[in-house]
């Protein structure tokens, strides 16, 4: 329904033939997944700047030395931000730049973490005197907690802060090799301050962590200040991926700071050393890992959306057997097996476009629940933050190595796109928390709630189905055909029924043993899949919810229509063991739900390319011969073989010293140089 001249290329369409086949306006979807006209609006403004300054070209990431990619990674951050003040821009705009910049660089952990925590934790004094250098980016700071001995476990960090009454100053110290920051993202070299998690220490008593400000670079030449080493703590997994940041290590000789250089929102030290806590919850102190994984949560369906957008068209464009009597070789997205790998994922990233919308409004709900002293949803909002974090993430990264493999061979070349893709991607398994770790912080809401309940509390929001849970311990499912988990009660009973049944069975066993932390930690593989069970449930829940909407544009509601049931079909039978074992679902209603699943496959087929072109992706954005809009696959494929340094010469480098020796038989003669 779109033609190719929109884009401005009129020379070829090699999927001319697919987008002429979609059965919705995609313009329409294009501003849905957007989140709105006046988003798309913006996105389309800020990728074509993005795409036309030769500043950001990305073509070479991988080609090129760590040192040049970090080089020029500050190159980029400090053009943005030229255009950030020249252009005036919005901080939306300032944050979609960001993302099409597409590369990771100190100015993440400035402005997500480390102005997120002076927010949330420094007193209004504090934050006068911070944030009006930070946002100028007047000075550059980071976000110091992981160590070398620990990440995870934030109330075992080592380094110390110890107060001094006599000079009304704390000393930052490391008091041993697992005590040194390690992993800081713009702390290697670009950061002049970190906000360090410290363990305070007043009056000989260790009140636990806290956070303190530390200038450790000098202002005017950069140099580490005294007592301070610093440092860049070496090569990252992949080529480009996230080897533009510098993850930084950290250590402290006894370096004093002022007292008013700890964050005392939460508490404070007085003059005379007296450790004195605000009545708010001390869990607001980890604000700032809350914002970041609510960001990330919605920002997953970004990466694999591009990883879907360049499987789908390269499978529309690559043929491969068939093409007897004069017939064309099969399309490979034609192939059943493909379209069982590639149509979930592709329906997983509406499903976490969706669900990162909502994860923006409860953010900003919580935000202002906290500004009028209501901490009542906060662990609600710590268990989704968490769990949808986790999920998202491990199932992205999966994905984007998933739509590699479907590329086939050429899924493996960088000029995929794919394989940097997925280094930049990966560690968002593991950053702002390892994902079993966050699982395991739902699956401990999850028994808590089960505990309120029994007690008469009712449960709220994302956890208000467990309300319901003595029905939906004893109901059966009532599937017979497969037509009928196409409705959305269905599906969702299913799916609320799942999660409650292995909350509960968790539960009991935790609650009949005679130590429950030991208990928790024998079921640990079970709490975490039950965890998951919940998450997938709020997913699901919230993909229905926006399916059932009213929504502008012709045949958009019915493709996310579509799109809902494959998710959760999906979901449902690659997890059927769960509604199996639970006993909710019998085989042959598994059985069903494949059929279906099948069926489902058939309605998106037609649309496919049509439904990836509505992510709206530049191809300057997506970096890949394979996903190019006009789908020209094999020109440059081949035009970028000939841009290789290794092609620079038509014979190599070497070739005199070693490979002549091997050839000529000399390798053992006097002349031979191995
Ligand atoms: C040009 C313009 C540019 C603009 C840029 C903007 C960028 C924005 C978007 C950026 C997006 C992506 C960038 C990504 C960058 C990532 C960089 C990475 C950074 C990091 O990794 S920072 C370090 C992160 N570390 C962790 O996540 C550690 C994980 N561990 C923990 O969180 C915790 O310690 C724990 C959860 C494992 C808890 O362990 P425990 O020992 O039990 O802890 P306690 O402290 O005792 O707490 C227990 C109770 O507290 C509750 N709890 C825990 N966490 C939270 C929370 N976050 N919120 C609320 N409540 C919490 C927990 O439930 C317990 O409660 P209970 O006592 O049971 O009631
Ligand atoms: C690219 C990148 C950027 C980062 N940026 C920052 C940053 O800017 N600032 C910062 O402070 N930190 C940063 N980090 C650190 C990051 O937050 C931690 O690495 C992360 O929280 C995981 O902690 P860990 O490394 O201690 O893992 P560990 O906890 O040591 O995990 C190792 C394994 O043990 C398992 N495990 C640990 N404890 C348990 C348990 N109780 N039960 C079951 N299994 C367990 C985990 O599941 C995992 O499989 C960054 C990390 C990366 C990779």
Known sequence: MEGIEERGVKEVDYLAEERAGAQFHVHSMKIFLAGGQHEYEVSTRIANLVANDPVFAKEDRARISRKELYKNSLKKAGHAWKIILEKGLTEEESMRMRAFIDEPNYTDLHWGMFITALKGQATEEQQHKWLRQAYKLAIIGCYAQTE?????????????????????????NSPTLTSTKWWPGGLGKASTHALVYARLITDSQDYGVHAFIAQIR???????????????IGVKFGNGGYNSMDNGLLRFDHVRIPRENMLMKLARVTEQGKYERSNKPRQLGYGAMVYIRQGIVAEASVYLSRAVTIAVRYSAVRRQFGGKDDKAEVQVIDYRTQQHRLFPLLATAYAYRIVGFWMKWLYADVTERLNNNDFSNLPEVHACTAGLKSITTSVTADGIEQCRKLCGGHGYLCASGLPELYAAYVPACTYEGDNTILLLQVARFLLKTLTQVASGTKPVGTAAYLGNVQH?????????????????????????????????????????????????????????EAARAHCQLIVVSKFIEQAQKDLPGEGVKQQLEVLCNLYALSLLTTHSSDFLATGYLTGTQVSHAKDQQKALFSCVRPNAVALVDAFDHTDHYLGSALGRYDGDVYTHLYKGAWKDPLNESVVTEGYHEYLRPVLTQQLWGPTSKL
């Open 148 to 172: 070398l001995g620990h990440g995870s476990n934030v109330q075992g960090l080592e380094t110390t802060a110890t107060f001094d009454p006599s000079t009304d100053e704390f000393v930052l």
């Open 218 to 232: 000098s202002l005017d030449d950069h140099i580490p200040l005294p007592n301070v080493t610093v440092g860049d």
């Open 472 to 528: 939906l311990t004893s109901v059966n499912c009532e599937v017979s055909q497969g037509k009928d988990w196409l409705n959305p009660s269905v599906l969702l009973e299913a799916f609320e029924a799942r999660s409650a049944r292995m909350a509960v069975a968790c539960a009991m066993h935790v609650a009949e043993a005679p130590d429950s932390e030991l208990a928790f930690e024998e079921l640990s593989p079970e709490l975490v």
